[in-house]
């Protein structure tokens, strides 16, 4: 086994860790993020929620911010009179703890009319996840919509970094 060969396993494994020990990270809109350009149902649709992950929502604060809302009523009339939260830092980290459905919109509510709001259905914690480590995504973190980092680059760094250590160079 060649170091690239040992380097792909290590990863496996390593992402086979987080997956099976940990929640899922949802980077709402994924490279565009919470933005009007976005279309955040159709990548809400394709996702399951549970109990234990994270949704990253990123936006430009000078544009938008993200409010958390009670109802269903207040979700489809995009009302933000009364939110349970509002945020507001351009890279908000929500931990879902319970099952059931929570409701994020946009605070501009003329972004929230055209769309960008989702309802987050939120199902219990697989019962043995483990076996499902194979079927299971787990999506790169989040950036800033004007930053330029490269978190992929640094999850390879990650891997080459416990790579060094299990090898003991």
């Known amino acids: 086994m060649d170091a690239r060969d040992l380097l792909v396993v290590v990863a496996t494994v390593f992402t086979a ?3 099976a020990g940990a929640q899922v990270h949802h980077v709402v809109g994924e490279d565009r993020g ?24 990123t936006y430009s ?6 409010v958390e809302l009670r109802n269903e009523k207040d979700f489809t009339s995009c009302d933000v009179s009364n ?18 459905i929570r409701y994020f919109v946009s605070g ?14 939120i199902q219990p914690k697989e019962k043995n996840m483990a076996q499902n480590v194979g079927s299971m995504a787990v999506a790169d973190g989040p ?10 680059g640094l999850s390879y760094l990650l891997v080459v970094g416990l790579s060094i250590c299990l090898l003991g160079l």
């Open 17 to 19: 860790a987080t997956v």
């Open 108 to 121: 501009n509510t003329e972004s929230c009319k055209n769309g960008l709001k989702i309802p987050v259905k």
């Open 61 to 66: 604060t000078t544009h938008e911010n993200l």
């Open 143 to 152: 950036t800033l919509p004007s930053a330029s980092t490269n978190l992929n």
């Open 83 to 100: 939110p349970i939260k509002m945020y507001t830092d351009g890279l908000d980290t929500i931990s879902l703890e319970g099952e059931g």
């Open 34 to 57: 919470w933005d009007p350009s976005t279309d955040v149902a159709s990548w809400s649709s394709q996702r399951v929620f549970r109990v234990g992950d994270k949704l990253w929502f």
